[in-house]
């Protein structure tokens, strides 16, 4: 079993800056050769993939809408995954989820991963 728990949400003024993070733990669950991802979901809207992270071939994958501003990474000692956020907009205003595959390639696609976390919100307020 693999648990995933994100950290780091809040309310943000428009134009600043957010890490979130993700602690992954379970039996035999190694992180850092795991695909890795975050998603989001606003209020209305489907749950979309924004990052992904393949530790093994150092791979990222954006979604056009973030590119520039969203910036994925782990921490090679403990597996820890982080989303940096940076010029936040009000409609970056969403729940933020980290998941974990067992596919070996980045994807933004939710039925690549497994295992997701409860979710962390955030508010970017003007």
């Known amino acids: 079993q693999v648990e995933l728990v994100e950290f780091g949400g809040g309310s943000v003024e428009v134009g600043g800056s957010v890490r979130l993070s993700c602690a992954a733990s379970?039996?035999?669950?190694?992180?850092?050769?795991?695909?890795m991802a975050w998603f989001r979901q606003a209020p209305g809207k489907e749950r979309e993939g924004v990052a992904s992270?393949?530790?093994?071939?150092?791979?990222?994958l954006y979604a056009a809408t973030v590119k520039g501003r969203f910036t994925i990474s782990q921490d090679n000692a403990n597996g820890t995954l982080y989303l940096q956020i940076n010029n936040l907009e009000p409609e970056d205003t969403a729940v933020y989820y980290c998941?974990?595959?067992?596919?070996?390639?980045?994807?933004?696609?939710?039925?690549?991963?497994?295992?997701w976390g409860q979710g962390t919100q955030v508010i970017v307020s003007s």
């Open positions: 379970g039996v035999a669950f190694r992180p850092t050769v795991t695909t």
């Open positions: 998941a974990a595959g067992s596919t070996p390639f980045t994807s933004l696609r939710q039925r690549d991963y497994d295992y």
């Open positions: 992270i393949y530790p093994p071939k150092g791979r990222q």
